[in-house]
């Protein structure tokens, strides 16, 4: 089985940056496409941006083109979001999840789940 721990949220003001990190355990987590999640109080959880086993394939939400960027690095088991020029709709709650279905944008397509890290965005 596969455990996901994402770190690496905080406090900040608009138009900063932060570098969430998604740290995994188990053999098979270079195998799975992971993906990033982001529920907000009140909302339902929402895709951010997927990236495939290899970090070849990338694909984000419109949300999220261009101003976040999704990255791998499979010998170190982590996953990352880079997030630039934040804004207070991006307040969340961050969510990494993996699972085998390729650049899967649907909450029900990954097995696995992090416990999620908080971003809080001030104006």
């Known amino acids: 089985q596969v455990q996901l721990v994402e770190s690496g949220g905080g406090l900040l003001q608009a138009g900063g940056s932060l570098r969430l990190s998604c740290a995994a355990s188990?053999?098979?987590?270079?195998?799975?496409?992971v993906g990033w999640f982001r529920q907000a109080p009140g909302k339902e959880r929402e895709f951010v941006a997927a990236?495939?086993?290899?970090?070849?394939?990338?694909y984000y939400a419109d949300s999220a083109k261009v101003r976040f960027t999704i990255s791998r690095v499979n010998a170190k088991n982590t996953v990352y979001l880079q997030m630039n020029s934040l804004k207070p709709e991006d307040t969340a709650v961050y969510y990494c999840?993996?699972?085998?279905?390729?650049?899967?944008?649907?909450?029900?397509?990954?097995?696995?789940w992090g416990q999620g890290t908080q971003v809080t965005v001030s104006s």
């Open positions: 999840a993996a699972g085998s279905s390729y650049l899967a944008t649907a909450r029900d397509r990954y097995d696995y």
């Open positions: 188990g053999r098979t987590f270079s195998s799975l496409t």
């Open positions: 990236i495939s086993s290899s970090g070849s394939g990338i």
